[in-house]
């Protein structure tokens, strides 16, 4: 699923030390990973680059045997509206849509997410409530503003957007920050079940390291570094 090799990042090419230097990591299908470290340390920066908002200033960055260093910036587009869903830290919701509009832009910019997710139910709108159930949103605040549900409520319409169309590859910025320990540990096995309905990898950041046994694999994003 992610292949990473040789890669070094710098915000600015004259920088003396790169914010990012690993020198192999490779993560398989299906797998749900813990990525941990300190603020600072690069956590976010290495999500951007794995869902090609950035590009690694040299070596390689692979998701689904495709070096997103040879594509365009509209390819890069193109290939993450088709393959990542993404759930935001502080999710990123239109705060004037229902939660079922917003789960159902995941898919207005990628036709193969349409037809995953049409092979799922009959209609986007369909999937989106399927998913949202799935996630713990109650029935009633489907139809809601999103920006008048809970922090916890609007946690569940970002991962439902992100899931929706079955994307290869959910990453998760620091997504359960805002909420305590219980809620934090059902959230995320919730998030696993979704992620294992879709065949989908997961890679869950947090600097809440009492979340790592929940995980199948944990990576130290200090230690990485270190061991290049």
């Not at 040879?70 to 705060?95: C, E, K, M, W």
């Not at 009633?140 to 994307?167: C, E, N, T, Y």
Request: with cysteine; charged share 15%.
């Amino acid at each position: 699923m992610i292949t990473i090799s040789k890669l070094l990042f710098k915000w600015h090419k004259n920088a003396v030390s790169p914010t990012l230097n690993i020198n192999q990591l490779n993560i398989k299908q299906g797998e749900h990973v813990f990525l941990h470290g300190p603020s600072g340390c690069g956590k976010s920066t290495l999500l951007a680059l794995l869902a090609g908002i950035n590009t690694a200033t040299s070596g390689e960055v692979s998701i689904l045997n495709k070096n997103l260093n040879s594509l365009s910036n509209t390819q890069r587009d193109v290939f993450r509206a088709d393959h990542i869903g993404y759930i935001f830290q502080n999710f990123n919701l239109l705060p004037y849509l229902t939660p079922l509009e917003n789960v159902s832009l995941g898919c207005q910019f990628s036709k193969q997410r349409q037809q995953r997710a049409l092979q799922q139910s009959n209609c986007l709108t369909a999937e989106s409530a399927r998913l949202l159930n799935a996630l713990g949103l109650a029935q009633h605040l489907h139809h809601q503003d999103v920006g008048k549900l809970s922090i916890g409520q609007q946690q569940r319409v970002a991962a439902a957007r992100a899931f929706i169309g079955s994307p290869e590859l959910i990453i998760a910025d620091e997504p359960t920050s805002a909420l305590d320990t219980n809620n934090r540990q059902s959230f995320i096995k919730l998030l696993f079940e979704q992620a294992k309905h879709a065949n989908s990898t997961l890679v869950f950041v947090s600097h809440d390291e009492s979340l790592q046994p929940l995980f199948n694999r944990s990576i130290d994003l200090v230690n990485l570094q270190a061991a290049s």
